[in-house]
């Protein structure tokens, strides 16, 4: 685009350099090199491509065209790459000896209170807990194991709430009497105690086996790890740049593109507090953890490569130009030529906003913009 000339020093209202983010910073970088430096700005410019015609796209002498001002919603993103998988990584070690006569396959999903496998046709089941099941439990115990055995129980359905606290430490009566009814879900002797052997706590509520290292009719040798799984639920895991921390919260949304190029929404979760030096010693990244809001969309590839793009921030209801319309002027700020319908070009000067990398747009404001003014661009 030709730099338009000027009799008058005078810059443009609304051209005062607008505070930018750093994600506006880095797009300005881009824009810097795609638009030209206005040496003189000020006075209206009579027709300097001599096109004096009208009209929203006809195509001027210097390689331009004529765009409206639109208003329309603005999101600003970053993008990053990540990796689709499953949540977790969890070993199952036996606590028990004996002959393996029952083992799950790769990809089964066990819930909770279902058989992980059987030893000697002994099961033993997966229940939710973070402690590992170290000891023998029984009626007038204690404890945090107690605690997290009440819990399984009520969330299976083996007692109430009001039968039996989920947050009880103590083994009453009640854990006794719901102990007895898994016990005989399961077809084995009623003891109303649980030991080692028994069960597994794994803090999951339903594991994906991943792994198999046990052999169908071999040796369960006590504290030997027989399997290992992950939890059912779907993650994108993804290393994002320290600097661009600040800028990204838990509940962003996001945009997961898949390997077939399909897109399905996400929402940011978890953000690690922690950096780490990045791949051959590039910028240090911090762990972040988004979740497909519909798991079912993303297939059952157990890991794949994706792109993500972060919604950092958005507005609605804003007057928006391409990115390309924008001219930095010398004396700092920006810019847009905006040809009225006589075909007289005069420069306007703006205030940015959101940057939209996915449309191209840009949000300005500024004295005397309004929507369907033209505006000159590059043409392609």
Known sequence: MSAASSSSSAQPAGADKPPVSRFSRRRLAVVAALIVVVAVVGV???DPFGSGGAGGSEVNDGGTSLQAILREPVSSQTQTSGTLGFAGSYSVINDTSGTLTSLPSVGQVIPQGDVLYRVDGAPVILLTGKLPFYRALSDGMSGADVEQLNRALVVLGYATGAELSPTSDYFSGATVDALEALQDHLGVTETGRLAPGQAVFLPVERLRITNVSGTLGGGAGQGAPLLTGSSAQRVVSLQLDAAEQADVTVGDRVTITLPDNANTPGVVTSIGTVASTGQNGGSPTVPVTVRPLDPSATGSIDQAPVDVAITTASVNNVLVVPVDALLALSGGGYAIEE??????????????????????MVQVS??????????????L
């Open 44 to 46: 209206a410019v009579t």
């Open 339 to 360: 040809v009225s319908a006589d075909g007289r070009h005069q420069l306007v000067g703006v205030s940015l906003g959101l940057f939209d990398d996915a449309s191209g």
């Open 366 to 379: 500024g004295p005397g913009l309004a929507v369907g003014q033209r505006v000159v661009v590059p043409s």
